[in-house]
């Protein structure tokens, strides 16, 4: 194999270890190491988040399993972030404090990073190093160059890593736009120049890899989005990912074109573009309207940047459909403009918000209606301009699910990349030296965010939450005497259980009925046993109940004696 590092020695193994993202969207996770078994330096390339659903009940966030790299924390040099989107960057405040390393990104990442610190009051000074897109610097064996890309929020790059055997080239996220509409075009000099040098591995983004069609540019969708906004009697929101400073750039420029002045709606819409400003983003772009401005501005003269694309409950949008909000509403005639794509999973929150505005006479545009959205990562047409520029010997598709992974390898291996791997979290992958292959499995499972705590579903009571929600819980006391009888009615306490059966009888009395029943039966040397009383107990209600219910509540039953 090629080795870009001529002159250096290729010393041990580098090897390539995904422990989140790969299998699945969100919640990326990379991890390089190279040298031997008992001497071995580790990089980590981002640290991200997944957002639980319906089906983990109170849990908030889904982080990276990182035991392994507890293990090895003394090895690790670093850890470079390659954007500030949450799936990339959103775990580092709650993960780092168990490896304290330095960590690197670039101002903007910085910026939403220390935002974040804040306002989760984290006391952790993280000592953070910031760089630009063309930087270089060395991190152990790892020498890394950041190359601008372009993609749906400002300061994005991808890692050339040089190391002794060879130089891999991890994308991140990015696409090809030639006409971005902040921030410079993804460098295709640079790819090719390392591609001219030699690139041993191509670390890409697979989320697009199964969809065939042209892009258009960021330019574009500003166009359209100024053609509705012009067009419009009423007053006009958007709504898109806050991060997307681009895309709220292209709204506040064809509003101001069209006449109108822009009220941000939303705390992390408001953050993202101070960020945004201090950096010098938002260059030209007319000052923003403040909450206080609303009720004094023509609602023909006004356009809204809301947050809560993705249906979330507690976001600027959501609050709106509800009428919720005190001062800011919409209105019959109005237009919303979905300017992002559901992310899955996301589907029935952003449909029950949609219903609500549409049955107050608000006209609803998503891309399925106009082009107001294109994607921040790389169709197959964009895949092959990559592959081509930097001639990978192997390539390894990660960020995406079975099928995103599946369609980029067999879309690289129509494009006659040599070596193609496949490989899931937790899969130690050997790039050099000889044939890449699977040399190891570390855990690379997931733990969950609730509330303040991390734990897994068992610690965190999560799993005990799911059966809380399908079946309820059942308290049963009973007070005995000395002698194994019922001193007093038995108290019970049900949360989440019928009120009657189908014949209308009150659950309590059937159930009041049975534990008589129970414990009349037993004889009485046995009812001398707290212990056989209260299994005996616990079975017969909880068949009582799935008769009556076809479910089993948790039951917990407690015996006193007087």
């Given at each position: 194999?090629?080795?870009?590092?001529?002159?250096?020695?290729?010393?041990?193994?580098?090897?390539?270890?995904?422990?989140?993202?790969?299998?699945?969207?969100?919640?990326?996770?990379?991890?390089?190491?190279?040298?031997?078994?008992?001497?071995?330096?580790?990089?980590?390339?981002?640290?991200?988040?997944?957002?639980?659903?319906?089906?983990?009940?109170?849990?908030?966030?889904?982080?990276?399993?990182?035991?392994?790299?507890?293990?090895?924390?003394?090895?690790?040099?670093?850890?470079?972030?390659?954007?500030?989107?949450?799936?990339?960057?959103?775990?580092?405040?709650?993960?780092?404090?168990?490896?304290?390393?330095?960590?690197?990104?670039?101002?903007?990442?910085?910026?939403?990073?220390?935002?974040?610190?804040?306002?989760?009051?984290?006391?952790?000074?993280?000592?953070?190093?910031?760089?630009?897109?063309?930087?270089?610097?060395?991190?152990?064996?790892?020498?890394?160059?950041?190359?601008?890309?372009?993609?749906?929020?400002?300061?994005?790059?991808?890692?050339?890593?040089?190391?002794?055997?060879?130089?891999?080239?991890?994308?991140?996220?990015?696409?090809?736009?030639?006409?971005?509409?902040?921030?410079?075009?993804?460098?295709?000099?640079?790819?090719?120049?390392?591609?001219?040098?030699?690139?041993?591995?191509?670390?890409?983004?697979?989320?697009?890899?199964?969809?065939?069609?042209?892009?258009?540019?960021?330019?574009?969708?500003?166009?359209?989005?100024?053609?509705?906004?012009?067009?419009?009697?009423?007053?006009?929101?958007?709504?898109?990912?806050?991060?997307?400073?681009?895309?709220?750039?292209?709204?506040?420029?064809?509003?101001?074109?069209?006449?109108?002045?822009?009220?941000?709606?939303?705390?992390?819409?408001?953050?993202?573009?101070?960020?945004?400003?201090?950096?010098?983003?938002?260059?030209?772009?007319?000052?923003?309207?403040?909450?206080?401005?609303?009720?004094?501005?023509?609602?023909?003269?006004?356009?809204?940047?809301?947050?809560?694309?993705?249906?979330?409950?507690?976001?600027?949008?959501?609050?709106?459909?509800?009428?919720?909000?005190?001062?800011?509403?919409?209105?019959?005639?109005?237009?919303?403009?979905?300017?992002?794509?559901?992310?899955?999973?996301?589907?029935?929150?952003?449909?029950?918000?949609?219903?609500?505005?549409?049955?107050?006479?608000?006209?609803?545009?998503?891309?399925?209606?106009?082009?107001?959205?294109?994607?921040?990562?790389?169709?197959?047409?964009?895949?092959?301009?990559?592959?081509?520029?930097?001639?990978?010997?192997?390539?390894?598709?990660?960020?995406?699910?079975?099928?995103?992974?599946?369609?980029?390898?067999?879309?690289?291996?129509?494009?006659?990349?040599?070596?193609?791997?496949?490989?899931?979290?937790?899969?130690?992958?050997?790039?050099?030296?000889?044939?890449?292959?699977?040399?190891?499995?570390?855990?690379?499972?997931?733990?969950?965010?609730?509330?303040?705590?991390?734990?897994?579903?068992?610690?965190?009571?999560?799993?005990?939450?799911?059966?809380?929600?399908?079946?309820?819980?059942?308290?049963?006391?009973?007070?005995?005497?000395?002698?194994?009888?019922?001193?007093?009615?038995?108290?019970?306490?049900?949360?989440?259980?019928?009120?009657?059966?189908?014949?209308g009888t009150i659950m309590e009395d059937r159930l009041l009925e049975v534990i008589e029943t129970v414990i009349d039966n037993l004889p009485l040397n046995r009812r001398r046993d707290p212990e056989i009383v209260r299994e005996a107990v616990y079975k017969t209600v909880r068949s009582a109940i799935y008769?009556?219910?076809?479910?089993?509540?948790?039951?917990?039953?407690?015996?006193?004696?007087?």
């Amino acid at each position: 194999m090629k080795n870009s590092n001529k002159g250096k020695r290729a010393e041990g193994e580098l090897l390539f270890l995904p422990l989140g993202g790969v299998g699945e969207i969100g919640m990326n996770l990379a991890v390089y190491g190279y040298g031997t078994a008992e001497d071995r330096e580790w990089l980590i390339v981002d640290m991200g988040v997944s957002f639980a659903g319906a089906d983990l009940p109170g849990a908030d966030l889904i982080l990276p399993d990182i035991r392994f790299l507890e293990n090895e924390r003394h090895n690790i040099r670093g850890l470079v972030l390659t954007h500030a989107h949450e799936d990339h960057f959103g775990a580092v405040l709650d993960l780092w404090p168990r490896l304290r390393m330095p960590v690197y990104c670039t101002a903007f990442t910085a910026g939403l990073l220390e935002v974040k610190r804040e306002t989760d009051f984290s006391t952790h000074e993280i000592p953070l190093h910031v760089f630009k897109a063309g930087d270089k610097f060395e991190l152990g064996s790892f020498a890394l160059e950041a190359i601008e890309v372009s993609h749906s929020i400002p300061d994005a790059v991808s890692l050339a890593l040089r190391t002794p055997p060879g130089t891999i080239i991890h994308t991140g996220d990015w696409k090809i736009d030639k006409e971005p509409s902040l921030g410079g075009k993804t460098n295709e000099a640079r790819f090719r120049a390392l591609g001219k040098a030699g690139v041993l591995a191509l670390i890409c983004d697979s989320t697009n890899a199964g969809v065939d069609m042209q892009a258009p540019s960021e330019t574009e969708i500003g166009h359209n989005l100024g053609k509705i906004i012009e067009e419009a009697k009423g007053c006009v929101a958007v709504t898109s990912f806050a991060s997307n400073v681009g895309r709220l750039k292209s709204v506040a420029m064809a509003a101001a074109k069209a006449g109108r002045y822009v009220l941000p709606v939303g705390r992390s819409m408001k953050r993202c573009l101070n960020i945004a400003a201090e950096l010098g983003y938002m260059e030209g772009v007319p000052p923003f309207l403040s909450e206080e401005d609303y009720a004094g501005t023509p609602r023909n003269r006004l356009v809204l940047l809301l947050t809560g694309s993705q249906g979330e409950r507690r976001a600027a949008l959501a609050k709106i459909a509800r009428d919720e909000m005190r001062d800011i509403s919409l209105n019959a005639g109005d237009i919303l403009v979905y300017s992002s794509r559901t992310i899955p999973g996301n589907e029935r929150a952003v449909i029950d918000t949609q219903n609500l505005l549409i049955d107050r006479g608000i006209k609803i545009i998503t891309d399925h209606d106009a082009l107001v959205h294109v994607s921040g990562h790389p169709y197959q047409s964009q895949l092959r301009q990559i592959y081509d520029w930097v001639k990978p010997e192997i390539l390894v598709p990660v960020h995406g699910e079975a099928v995103h992974l599946a369609a980029q390898a067999e879309f690289a291996a129509r494009n006659g990349i040599e070596h193609v791997m496949e490989i899931r979290n937790g899969d130690m992958l050997r790039l050099a030296p000889g044939r890449p292959e699977i040399i190891d499995d570390v855990p690379a499972g997931r733990i969950y965010k609730d509330g303040n705590l991390l734990g897994d579903e068992n610690e965190l009571g999560i799993s005990v939450r799911r059966k809380l929600a399908y079946a309820g819980y059942l308290s049963v006391s009973l007070l005995l005497t000395k002698s194994g009888s019922l001193a007093d009615t038995p108290e019970i306490a049900a949360v989440g259980l019928p009120e009657t059966d189908n014949h209308g009888t009150i659950m309590e009395d059937r159930l009041l009925e049975v534990i008589e029943t129970v414990i009349d039966n037993l004889p009485l040397n046995r009812r001398r046993d707290p212990e056989i009383v209260r299994e005996a107990v616990y079975k017969t209600v909880r068949s009582a109940i799935y008769e009556i219910w076809g479910k089993k509540p948790l039951t917990n039953v407690f015996i006193h004696r007087c």
